[in-house]
């Protein structure tokens, strides 16, 4: 299995949509299979992107994630991402540069681009 960067974008817009906190068993996202869903659940879940309860065998191993609800670092990311225009530019960039970054470096070139649309043309303090 592999991280799906569009795939974690769609579970955050679907969480962000929700009304209530209610975990959601066997989440559908359009044009991904269920396999492909949980797996990045659980990833978004150890990377503290979603809050939810862990299903753990008798030795500790998640093997499922009930989520609920964006954490803080779950908004913070996808409100960073959410303009379409910053998005493709953010997958343009990690492909072309060979697609393989942590998580962490594409958090950091959201934010940077982010940042660059909120403070382009004003001078820094």
């Known amino acids: ?11 955050l817009l679907h969480f962000e949509n929700k009304s209530d906190w209610g975990y959601e068993k066997d989440l559908e996202i ?7 869903v949980a797996y990045n659940l659980q990833l978004m879940y150890e990377s503290e992107l979603i809050n939810g309860e862990a299903i ?22 996808l409100d960073n991402i ?3 225009s910053r ?4 997958k343009k960039t990690v ?4 697609g393989n970054f942590s ?4 958090k950091k ?8 649309a909120l403070f382009n043309g004003y001078t820094k303090l």
């Open 1 to 11: 299995m592999t991280r799906d960067l569009e795939l974690i974008k769609q579970i």
């Open 30 to 36: 359009d044009g991904f299979d269920k396999k492909q």
């Open 56 to 77: 753990t065998s008798n030795t500790g191993r998640i093997y499922d994630v009930l989520p609920f609800r964006l954490t803080w670092k779950g908004h913070e990311f």
């Open 82 to 84: 959410k303009d379409q």
């Open 87 to 90: 998005w493709t530019k953010i």
């Open 95 to 98: 492909t072309s540069k060979g």
């Open 103 to 106: 998580m962490e470096l594409i």
């Open 109 to 116: 070139l959201a934010f940077k681009l982010a940042e660059e």
